[in-house]
């Protein structure tokens, strides 16, 4: 299984960000996720989308602000990130999990990207 998270950077408050992950080598079916974490933070779940497309959970701090979606392939996701503001500054993992109908649950994803910084000026 291997995920490849790209598309980190800097960029301005109130500025826009889009992340993807490419997903492959999954034998079953598979939700993905993407969680972050701040220095001296833990890793906080961001959003994610099962296996379907159907069911799509996003964390309360990014609600309303970032849109999580896939390919019709399902192999890779997207994660759409508008009005950042410093405190979305943090490294970015995709992650995937075998509970393909989906979890929020960080412990519940068994493969992990090498994560992608983004970083957010004032």
């Known amino acids: 299984v291997q995920l490849q998270a790209s598309g980190g950077g800097l960029v301005q408050a109130g500025g826009s960000l889009r992340l993807s992950c490419a997903a492959s080598?999954?034998?079953?079916?598979?939700?993905l996720g993407w969680f972050r974490q701040a220095p001296e933070k833990e890793r906080e779940f961001v959003a994610m989308i099962s296996w379907s497309g159907r069911d799509i959970y996003y964390g309360d701090s990014v609600k309303g602000r970032f849109t999580i979606s896939r390919d019709d392939a399902a192999t890779t996701v997207f994660l759409q990130m508008n009005n950042l503001t410093p405190e979305d500054t943090a490294v970015y993992y995709c992650?995937?999990?075998?509970?393909?109908?989906?979890?929020?649950?960080?412990?519940?994803?068994?493969?992990w990207g090498q994560g992608t910084q983004v970083t957010v000026s004032s």
């Open positions: 992650a995937s999990s075998k509970y393909y109908t989906g979890t929020r649950s960080l412990s519940k994803y068994d493969s």
């Open positions: 080598g999954h034998p079953n079916p598979y939700a």
